[in-house]
């Protein structure tokens, strides 16, 4: 099942969270300012995380935060 289908039909929040957990992990190279990656790298210390975590827990939350 894809993560759109999920949404479509009204997958709860706590399913929407488990799916985008669930499965392998990939490695990603991504091109974003050096100011950019120096905030959040601070921002996730702050915060007790590593820049990746707090990666994900970015992308985690704008997925699945409801409009």
């Not at 929040?13 to 300012?33: C, F, M, N, S, W």
Request: negative net charge; contains cysteine.
């Amino acid at each position: 099942m894809k993560f759109t289908e999920l949404v479509d039909s009204g997958a709860s929040k706590t399913k929407l969270h488990e799916y985008l957990v669930d499965g392998e992990q990939t490695a990603i190279t991504i091109r974003i300012p050096s100011n950019l990656k120096d905030a959040a790298a601070e921002a996730a210390t702050l915060k007790g995380l590593s820049f990746s975590a707090f990666a994900r827990m970015c992308m985690i939350d704008e997925l699945v935060k409801e409009d």
